[in-house]
């Protein structure tokens, strides 16, 4: 089956530790994307890239860390100079390389970070 | 300043009725998407427009640009249709409205 697989679904911290959440796509898609959910509001762009090896930051890239080493993995870094770390982070693909959101985004199931 | 609005913010209907969902921007867009997000997260995408009217089984989306709004329509509710509806224009970015949180009883 093809899609987007994300892990942990859950996952706990301690304050001022890194921590790396798993991206994995098997739909040959070239675009992926990093979002962040907070309560109340929108999902929040973190990082997006278009092709292997380049990314680009989002509004709320700071704190964030990326590498697109491989199309099928985008994992991102949670970083202990990110304030509010705790948030639903959601990962997106799509085939459209000419500008995101041109084409369908495909999102995986989540995972859900508490820092403690 | 929100640049989607999306009303109402909370929705309870009975199933069978006819639900729509209204998202009004402020930004000059390409694109709409609606995605549907399920109680546990999960993220689908229903719809990508950009003029007129699209159908896919008992959902209908539609925009007008000049007016900068669009609506999805729910024929028939089912309580399986519970869920939060975002609506994200995409302009130079993505937008994404916080959501109508939508509840279908039986």
């Known amino acids: 089956d093809g899609g987007i697989t994300q892990s942990p679904k859950y996952l706990f911290r301690k304050e001022g530790q890194n921590v790396t959440l798993s991206c994995e796509q098997n739909?040959?898609?070239?675009?992926m994307y990093w979002y962040r959910q907070d309560p109340g509001q929108g999902l929040r762009l973190i990082y997006y890239?278009?092709?292997?090896?380049?990314?680009q930051k989002g509004d709320i890239a700071e704190g964030y860390s990326v590498s697109r080493e491989k199309k099928e993995s985008f994992p991102l870094t949670v970083t202990s100079a990110q304030k509010n770390p705790t948030a639903f982070y959601l990962c997106?693909?799509?085939?459209?390389?000419?500008?995101?959101?041109?084409?369908?985004?495909?999102f995986g199931p989540g995972t859900r970070l508490t820092v403690l | 300043k929100n640049e989607v609005e999306q009303s109402p913010q909370n929705l309870t209907a009975q199933e069978g009725e006819f639900i729509t969902i209204n998202c009004s921007y402020s930004?000059?867009?390409?694109?709409l998407h609606w995605l549907q997000q399920h109680p546990g997260g999960g993220i689908v995408s229903l719809f990508m427009?950009?003029?007129g009217k699209k159908k896919h089984g008992r959902l209908i989306a539609t925009i007008n640009i000049q007016e900068k709004h669009s609506s999805l329509h729910i024929t028939a509710s089912h309580p399986r249709d519970s869920a939060v509806y975002i609506c994200a224009p995409l302009g130079n970015q993505f937008y994404f409205g916080t959501g109508t949180s939508l509840t279908v009883i039986p």
């Open positions: 997106a693909s799509s085939y459209s390389t000419g500008g995101w959101g041109t084409d369908t985004q495909y």
């Open positions: 930004v000059g867009i390409s694109a």
């Open positions: 739909l040959n898609h070239d675009a």
């Open positions: 890239s278009q092709i292997v090896n380049d990314f």
């Open positions: 427009l950009s003029s």
